[in-house]
């Protein structure tokens, strides 16, 4: 019997094309021992919360710089709650200002990660607060 | 409702949790093989191999497309390492398959190999039979890049796809053993890079050496694709069709199904006995064995004959004991 892995999905919805961010981190999160699937650029929200649901993924991490994060994140966190996946921690990192956080983290984005943010920091957050049943 | 049952309804979520339990295995997971084995069986398992960056989940996505079209339901299993270090592992071979990610009539899954060797992970074999009971039609499992011997899949699939790419070795490479050996189909992918007609000639070389002659004997067809543009998959997908065909009019799908079955049994016994075997005995007896083997007071084999001999003894004992009681 193997120990519970973590499984995250780590994607970059819309239209933004700098995806050195997102390799990084999901490099970080293997390297902690995570299984990442990374699914590449120009996600659209359908395509996340599919590949969230046939993955089984624990952790939903997405990369957003185009500064279109106030409608995408909505979008996945809804349609992720109509296909049942309630119990998927979500991540988002990239440039989100300040003052759209608290209204990220109302609608389900339970971490927010902008420039500066250890690798550290989103492992332990990871360790901490992903569901495992 | 529990989860075989949603399975078995087409509930994707219940398929997708499902495989996490063959990945954790144990109990559950045996019971849940336990309720779905009788409704397996049906789809055809096509495994797709070759070295890494020959293009192998590309092709796979591309025949995923053409399965589709000829109104299959598909499903897909992409394997891709474990980190020995860390334990964790980067799966990216859904990037090459992002479009088909929305698609109902595809279920794909990305597995890491969890210390496995042999280009497959632990639970790859359940979690065919998942997909299986899901009503998948075909079911492709993309092996992790694989080198010279991964070729555990020619145990699991019933027809195998070695993909092959320019500039990636010479004519003795085809005609060692292993990989090549396994193949019913060749693909040479790329086919516009510069190359790739002396990979082909290659390849064509080697088939030509066997000797049969036997119409009733399948040769493997040799394919060239250029899969980032779609050209030959179509080709490929009729000569898989051809070969289920050939496998099933031949009688050689039954013969290779039971072969299968029988490899199966055999892992699962070995592993089974091995875990109670370990299970009984002592750590201190391991470590001294261990140790004894280390520093070359005793030679492995002596070792494991004395383990072998004390579980057997073990066993004895409970017998008797057992009769005793009766």
């Known amino acids: 019997m193997s120990e519970r892995k973590i499984r995250v999905l780590v994607a970059k919805p819309g239209l933004d094309g700098h995806d050195r961010g997102v390799k990084v981190v999901a490099r970080i999160l293997r390297d902690a021992g995570m299984e990442v699937i990374y699914t590449g650029l120009r996600q659209t929200p359908e395509m996340v919360v ?34 049942g996946l309630d119990n998927v921690l979500f991540l988002v990192g990239g440039i989100i200002p300040d003052d759209d956080v608290p209204a990220l983290n109302d609608m389900g984005i339970a971490g927010v990660f902008g420039p500066g943010a250890s690798g550290e920091e989103i492992v332990g957050f990871i360790r901490e607060h992903a569901k495992k049943d | ?24 295995g144990g109990p559950a997971a045996r019971d849940a093989i336990a309720a779905l084995y009788p409704h397996t069986g049906r789809a055809h398992i096509v495994g797709v191999t070759g070295s890494p960056g020959t293009g192998k989940s590309t092709l796979v996505y591309e025949l995923a497309k053409a399965f589709r079209a000829r ?26 398959m992002q479009k088909l990610s929305t698609d109902e009539g595809i279920f794909i899954r990305s597995m890491a190999s969890r210390g496995q060797l042999g280009g497959l992970a632990r639970a790859t074999g359940d979690a065919i039979k998942v997909l299986d009971a899901f009503h998948c039609d075909l079911i492709m499992v993309e092996t992790v890049g694989a080198g010279q011997s991964e070729v555990e899949i020619a145990r699991a699939a019933h027809t195998v796809i070695v993909v092959d790419a320019p500039g990636l070795g010479d004519d003795i490479q085809a005609i060692k053993a292993g990989l090549f050996e396994i193949a019913d189909i060749f693909v040479v992918n790329k086919a516009d890079r510069n190359g790739a007609d002396r990979t082909y000639l290659t390849l064509q070389m080697m088939l030509d050496m066997d000797e049969t002659h036997d119409a009733t004997v399948w040769r493997p067809p040799l394919l060239k694709t250029i899969a980032l543009q779609g050209e030959g998959a179509a080709l490929v997908a009729d000569a898989v069709q051809r070969h289920l065909l050939h496998l099933r009019d031949s009688g050689q799908l039954l013969a290779r199904k039971k072969r299968l079955a029988e490899e199966e049994l055999r892992r699962i016994l070995g592993q089974g006995l091995l875990d109670r075997l370990l299970h009984q005995v002592s750590e201190e007896q391991w470590d001294s064995l261990a140790a004894g083997v280390c520093d070359r007071e005793m030679d492995p084999y002596t070792a494991a004959d004395t383990l072998l001999e004390s579980f057997l003894h073990g066993l004895a004992a409970q017998e008797e004991e057992k009769g005793g009681r009766s």
Do not use: N
């Not at chain 2, 474990?82 to 990216?92: C, N, Q, R, V």
């Open chain 1, 50 to 83: 599919a590949a969230a649901l046939q993955e089984d993924v624990d952790v939903i991490g997405l990369s957003i710089l185009s500064g279109a994060h106030m409608t995408l994140l909505p979008a996945i966190a809804d349609l992720a709650k109509e296909r």
């Open chain 2, 71 to 96: 109104e299959m339901t598909v499903g897909i299993i992409a394997v891709d390492p474990t980190s020995p270090f860390s334990g964790g592992a980067l799966l990216g071979d859904r990037i090459r």
């Open chain 2, 1 to 24: 409702m529990d989860l075989v049952d949603r399975l078995l309804a087409g509930d994707r979520r219940a398929a997708a949790q499902l495989v996490t339990l063959m990945e954790d």
